[in-house]
Nanobody
Framework: EAQLVESGGDSVQSGGSLRLSCTGS????????MGWYRQTPNNECEWVSR???????YYLDSVKGRFTISRDNAKNTVYLQMNSLKPEDTAAYYC???????????????????WGQGTQVTVSS
């Protein structure tokens, strides 16, 4: 059974840092892009970042310079280092593994590829 398991979500104050981790099992991610989405107040999911197997990384404009995505292919794991967190970063964050072309800016959560169960990030002012 394909599975993605996230961890690292927590409650922090504005300006703080968190590191999210996500490990996949039950599928081969060799050709898949891995990334992160977060749930918006209207229950869509907003793309945050993605990374190819070769390490090419892309970011939502509002997180550029603050978030860093990385990937350990041997461990089938992707990370999201989040620094200088802001209250507007508060959301449930979901790990996703899928074909790169399927990543869009806003999607129904869970609508393509493999998704984790989500991990909550709360940033207080």
């Amino acid at each position: 059974e394909a599975q993605l398991v996230e961890s690292g979500g927590d409650s922090v104050q504005s300006g703080g840092s968190l590191r999210l981790s996500c490990t996949g099992s039950g599928f081969t991610s060799d050709h898949l892009v891995m990334g992160w989405y977060r749930q918006t107040p209207n229950n869509e999911c907003e793309w945050v970042s993605r990374i190819s197997r070769d390490g090419y990384a892309y970011y939502l404009d509002s997180v550029k310079g603050r978030f860093t995505i990385s990937r350990d292919n041997a461990k089938n794991t992707v990370y999201l280092q989040m620094n200088s967190l802001k209250p507007e970063d508060t959301a449930a964050y979901y790990c996703v593994a899928a074909e790169g072309l399927l990543f869009r800016l806003r999607v129904p959560c869970g609508s393509f590829g493999y998704w984790g169960q989500g991990t909550q990030v709360t940033v207080s002012s």
